[in-house]
T-cell receptor, first 115, second 116 residues
Framework: AQSVTQLDSHVSVSEGTPVLLRCNYS??????LFWYVQHPNKGLQLLLK??????LVKGINGFEAEFKKSETSFHLTKPSAHMSDAAEYFC?????????????FGTGTRLLVSP | DGGITQSPKYLFRKEGQNVTLSCEQN?????MYWYRQDPGQGLRLIYY???????QKGDIAEGYSVSREKKESFPLTVTSAQKNPTAFYLC???????????????FGEGSRLTVL
């Protein structure tokens, strides 16, 4: 079975400072991992995904994440926050050896960006 | 523009009434999904469909029903049997069922249902 834990429900940063959103996962199989972003009252949009290729994954809008198997982590980072980054971010895990690869969503981290 | 259209965006319902949420996609995707989102929780899967005329229950299917008569359409009915229907409902689609979890989900903008 898969599970994912987002360690912070809220993260506050100032514009121009680095962003770190933490995610730990558990999976019985080699997982695929995703980060999605959701702006208020909107659907989710894929930021980036890891699917057993390079462990450092680059996504849209300057975000990146590093898959660390030894730490079972997939933290999301960005060097410099922008006001438009304020949103909710979901870490997602998927994996299995057969059948429907259900996505398991974390509970989300709300990113607040102050001027 | 290709995408997923959900309607209505906001819906109010009296207790005991059924309500149907619409989801249409023009991405030519085979797989479609319905998720429920509650504050402070991740998305929970209600139903999914791999192909026309076929659908499967997700984790929280009780009190909901779906149909898949056309590839582009996957409506969700919230029945009076759903005990706590007030939530944000999201429809999504993907190219396939992502056997290796490599498939990206494309989401609609959601429908917010409030039971009065």
């Amino acid at each position: 079975a898969q599970s994912v834990t987002q360690l912070d429900s809220h993260v506050s940063v100032s514009e121009g400072t680095p962003v770190l959103l933490r995610c730990n996962y558990s999976s019985s199989y080699s997982p695929s991992l995703f980060w999605y972003v959701q702006h208020p009252n909107k659907g989710l949009q894929l930021l980036l995904k890891y699917t057993s290729a390079a462990t450092l994954v680059k996504g849209i809008n300057g975000f990146e994440a590093e898959f660390k198997k030894s730490e079972t982590s997939f933290h999301l980072t960005k060097p410099s926050a922008h006001m438009s980054d304020a949103a909710e971010y979901f870490c997602v895990v998927s994996g299995g050896n057969t059948g429907f690869q259900k996505l398991v969503f974390g509970t989300g981290t709300r990113l607040l960006v102050s001027p | 523009d290709g995408g997923i259209t959900q309607s209505p965006k906001y819906l109010f319902r009296k207790e005991g009434q059924n309500v149907t949420l619409s989801c249409e996609q023009n991405l030519n995707h085979d797989a479609m999904y319905w998720y429920r989102q509650d504050p402070g929780q991740g998305l929970r899967l209600i139903y999914y469909s791999q192909i026309v005329n076929d659908f499967q229950k997700g984790d929280i299917a009780e009190g909901y029903s779906v149909s898949r008569e056309k590839k582009e359409s996957f409506p969700l009915t919230v029945t009076s049997a759903q005990k706590n229907p007030t939530a944000f409902y999201l429809c999504a689609s993907s190219q396939g069922l992502a056997r290796e979890g490599t498939g990206e989900l494309f989401f609609g903008e959601g429908s917010r249902l409030t039971v009065l």
